[in-house]
């Protein structure tokens, strides 16, 4: 049970730097976010056994990313939450093509970091462009569907709101990636996707939760 303590941990961690981000103002928040995002797509290749299940380890940047999108939404209006989906995706596009000239690079021949860069920054080009569309769309998606659950409740139960919003967004993502980056590559696709949510399910549990103490940390924020 030690990889399912520490993915629990690690869920609990995120939110709390969430939290700490959100305390430290809007440019922190957006931050926050933007790095949740390159973190997923740089530890998303090491693979892990949880309950029984291979998995990997950066479901719970995912999350993160989502939670600190929400609470931008929340805390500091619409138009800046939309602009920070956009910051991220440019920085993802950043990371992505600055892996590669890293790569390009021609090593010292005394060098011996090289060899490990290679398997994780040379990732397959359709896995890229999958993780960056699937971002794209469930990021918006999240931001409306958010967004209106906050009018339709008139700004009442925000950890509900935000529960909704991640549960829904988060099977969309899961989905999208499975079919746009898997398809053709390993055979039961909607296996995939359950053991995939599933964990992503366990990390929205653990997670969300701290969300109600956003509003505290950010009235001691101002």
């Known amino acids: 049970m030690m990889n399912e303590l520490i993915f629990i941990l690690h869920a609990i961690f995120i939110s709390l730097t969430a ?17 949740q995002c390159v973190l997923a797509n740089l530890f998303v290749i090491k693979q892990i056994t949880l309950f029984g299940f291979t998995a990997t380890s950066s479901d719970a ?15 500091y209006g619409r138009p800046i939450t939309r602009k920070a989906i956009w910051i991220n995706f440019f920085l ?9 000239i890293h790569l390009a690079y021609i090593p010292h021949i005394d060098d011996t970091m090289h060899q490990y860069f290679v398997p994780i920054l040379g990732f397959m080009p359709r896995i890229v462009i999958a993780s960056f569309t699937v971002y794209l769309i469930s990021q918006t998606a999240d931001y409306m569907l958010y967004g209106m ?3 339709t409740l008139q700004n009442r139960l925000l950890i509900i709101r935000n529960y909704a919003s ?28 359950i053991i995939s949510y599933s964990i992503k399910l366990l990390a929205i549990i653990v ?3 701290f969300v109600g103490l956003s509003k505290k940390i950010h009235e001691l924020g101002k």
């Open 61 to 75: 940047f995912t999350i993160g990313s989502v939670i600190g999108l929400n609470l931008l939404q929340e805390y």
């Open 207 to 209: 997670a969300t939760p």
């Open 166 to 193: 991640i549960i829904i967004t988060q099977l969309l993502d899961t989905v999208l990636f499975t079919f746009l980056g898997l398809y053709g590559i390993i055979g039961n696709l909607w296996e995939v996707v």
């Open 19 to 35: 939290l700490g981000a959100l305390y430290l103002g809007q440019a922190a928040l957006v931050a926050f976010v933007c790095l």
């Open 92 to 100: 993802l596009v950043f990371y992505a093509v600055v892996s590669q």
């Open 149 to 151: 659950l906050k009018r």
